[in-house]
């Protein structure tokens, strides 16, 4: 069939694919919705002869009858289930080799991912140079939070009257 190189990037791309949005996925099985990602970033499926529908039924075929996902083995069954289809022209071992070579060394596409842009608003908004009044007394110069002290009033217990400029001196004058 293929070559082992072939065979450990198409190993390597099962894997990737396998952990495509899922923080808790080890790698080592593929879930539907990934195995379809898949065959649509590596151009498995062109809309004539393999279409997403033909990747769900394989997908479906290759899977344990109760499980929800494919290991590495299944996912080898389901490209050579679809190599056929894919490759009409080609035998079998070639059309197999064809769809590992479009499926080998991929990873995972991401576009039309949508990214958080700071404009308009949103700036505004979360710059604490432009907060008035009591908001303002939460941050630092540097926009830095405060914390707590930013946000409860903490009594003084100094003795001292509030916003007095020479507080904590009289020791020092009483000891002359």
């Known amino acids: 069939m293929a070559g082992s190189t072939d065979m450990a990037s198409l190993e390597e791309s099962f894997r ?27 151009k498995v499926t062109d809309g004539k002869s393999v279409t997403g529908t033909d990747v769900d039924i394989v997908f479906s075929k290759v899977k344990g009858k109760t499980a929800r996902v494919i290991n590495y ?35 995972p596409i991401n576009v039309g991912v949508t990214k958080a842009k700071t404009v308009g608003a ?23 939070g405060k914390g707590k002290s930013g946000r409860e009033n903490i009594v003084d217990t100094s003795g001292y009257v509030s916003a007095y400029k020479n507080a904590g001196t009289y020791d020092a004058k009483v000891k002359k």
């Open 16 to 42: 990737k694919f396998a952990i495509y949005g899922d923080t808790k996925a080890t790698g080592q099985e593929m879930n539907g919705k990934n195995w379809a990602k898949l065959c649509k970033d590596c």
């Open 73 to 107: 083995e299944e996912f080898k069954k389901a490209l050579e289930e679809l190599a056929p289809k894919r490759f009409k022209d080609k035998s079998k071992e070639e059309a197999y080799e064809a769809i590992c070579q479009l499926v080998a060394g991929k990873e």
């Open 122 to 144: 949103v700036e505004r908004l979360t710059d604490t140079s432009k907060y008035t009044g009591s908001h303002k007394e939460r941050f630092d110069e540097s926009g830095k």
